[in-house]
Structures are given as C-alpha cells and as structure tokens.
C-alpha cells in the first residue's frame, strides 16, 4: 500500500501562487509516476498535471500550462504542484495520486484526500 498525504492548500487571490505538496510513504519501490488532479464544485476530476521520473517527462493539461509545474524531491518522498498567476478557475479539491495503472491521465492505483484551494478574484 502507499499512502498519500497533501497540504497546502488554502485562500489565495487571483495572480497569486500557491505550492502543494503530498508526502508518500509506504511501498513506493514500485511508484514512477504521480500526477495531480482537481475537482471542482459539481464537475467531474480533471487530471491537472502528472510526473513520470522512469521517462524524465511531465505533462500538464493546457489550461495550466506556463502557470503550474509538477516536480518531487530527491528522494521522491513528496510531491509538488508549483501554481503561479492563480485564477478563480483555479479554485477545486486537489488531489495527489500515485501507482500508474494504464493512462496517465487517469488510472492511478493510490488517491490522497484532497487539500482545497480557492482563488478570489
């Protein structure tokens, strides 16, 4: 099992930055690749951005492409989702996710609880 914990969320004004981070733990050896999603009120979870260190690649949905960058430590022990230039579109639960099981986009075995951040404009 690999557990998934994230924080940093919180209330930022538009054009501000926030960073999230998710701290795993447990049975990472076989983890490579973590991503982070969003959800806002009454829509479906989107993908927001997803890190795969095996490839040495990131990708990121177009809407926050040039804002936000995805990155880990070292150790990869905590993950990171770097949001700049902030919008009240912005604003969703974020959730971290690891232990990729098909498309990147979408299928991951292990899900954090969310941290919540709200843009005001």
């Known amino acids: 099992q690999v557990q998934l914990v994230e924080s940093g969320g919180g209330l930022v004004q538009a054009g501000g930055s926030v960073r999230l981070s998710c701290a795993v733990s447990?049975?990472?050896?076989?983890?490579?690749?973590m991503a982070w999603f969003r959800q806002a009120p009454e829509k479906e979870r989107e993908f927001v951005a997803a890190?795969?260190?095996?490839?040495?690649?990131?990708e990121y949905t177009d809407s926050v492409k040039g804002r936000f960058t995805i990155s880990t430590d070292n150790a990869k022990n905590t993950l990171y989702l770097q949001m700049n230039s902030l919008k009240p579109e912005d604003t969703a639960v974020y959730f971290c996710?690891?232990?990729?099981?098909?498309?990147?986009?979408?299928?991951?075995?292990?899900w954090g609880q969310g941290t919540q951040v709200t843009v005001s404009s």
């Open positions: 996710a690891a232990g990729l099981r098909g498309n990147p986009k979408r299928d991951y075995a292990y």
């Open positions: 447990g049975r990472t050896i076989n983890v490579y690749a």
């Open positions: 890190i795969n260190w095996s490839r040495a690649s990131t």
